[in-house]
């Protein structure tokens, strides 16, 4: 997903043309010529996933675990818990999105583990960001700063979709 998180903010430089070209087809609604810049730009590790309920639960559950890692960095907690987070967080992803039909392994793909990872854990990620002021016990104030947490409606949507499918929330 490129808009969760800014993800478009963790791409180097290089790989901003690709991307600039991407939004552009989209934006087009050129939908097959930006799947094949997908798919051309490196065969060896692109592929296309039809797990949308897989991938749409990482996008959502990544920015809750970047609060809840970066609550821990704020509290200045060891890494070694931080990372005991992490896992617990990437097992959830997995129990859930097998528990409303999606496919479990789509968690262990670049659009799971690499975006839960990388949200979790990059002082880029807004949402790690906001868990670490959190931790830090700092409140921001999301309008006057224009800056948007996709994390904290994150955290109601979870809620709710496990409230609806009877998964229990520890």
Same mark, same amino acid.
């Given at each position: 997903?490129?808009?969760?998180? #800014?993800?478009? !903010?963790?791409?180097?430089?290089?790989?901003?043309?690709? &991307? !600039?070209?991407? &939004?552009?087809?989209?934006?087009?609604?050129? @939908?097959?010529?930006? *799947?094949?810049?997908? *798919?051309?730009?490196?065969?060896?590790?692109?592929?296309? &996933?039809?797990?949308?309920?897989?991938?749409?639960?990482?996008? *959502?559950?990544? =920015?809750?675990?970047?609060?809840?890692? #970066?609550?821990?960095?704020?509290?200045?907690?060891?890494?070694?818990? %931080?990372?005991? *987070?992490?896992?617990?967080?990437?097992?959830?992803?997995?129990?859930?999105?097998?528990? /409303?039909?999606?496919?479990?392994?789509?968690?262990?793909?670049?659009?799971?583990?690499?975006?839960?990872? @990388?949200?979790? +854990?990059?002082?880029?990620? %807004?949402?790690? +960001?906001? #868990?670490? @002021?959190?931790?830090? %016990?700092?409140? /921001?104030?999301?309008?006057?700063?224009?800056?948007?947490?996709?994390?904290? !409606?994150?955290?109601?949507?979870?809620?709710?979709?496990?409230?609806?499918? =009877?998964?229990?929330?520890?």
């Amino acid at each position: 997903s490129l808009n969760n998180d #800014g993800a478009a !903010n963790f791409l180097s430089n290089g790989s901003n043309v690709l &991307l !600039n070209r991407l &939004l552009v087809l989209l934006n087009e609604s050129l @939908l097959e010529e930006a *799947v094949l810049l997908i *798919v051309l730009a490196d065969t060896a590790g692109n592929h296309l &996933l039809d797990d949308v309920v897989g991938l749409e639960i990482c996008g *959502v559950i990544k =920015n809750i675990n970047a609060i809840a890692n #970066g609550i821990c960095k704020g509290m200045n907690i060891n890494e070694n818990a %931080r990372y005991g *987070v992490l896992t617990k967080g990437f097992t959830e992803t997995k129990d859930i999105i097998k528990s /409303i039909g999606g496919d479990e392994s789509t968690a262990s793909e670049y659009c799971g583990f690499g975006d839960l990872v @990388l949200t979790s +854990t990059s002082l880029e990620s %807004r949402n790690h +960001t906001l #868990g670490m @002021l959190y931790g830090q %016990r700092l409140i /921001i104030d999301e309008k006057a700063s224009g800056v948007v947490f996709e994390g904290k !409606n994150s955290i109601m949507a979870m809620k709710d979709i496990c409230n609806n499918y =009877n998964i229990p929330i520890n």
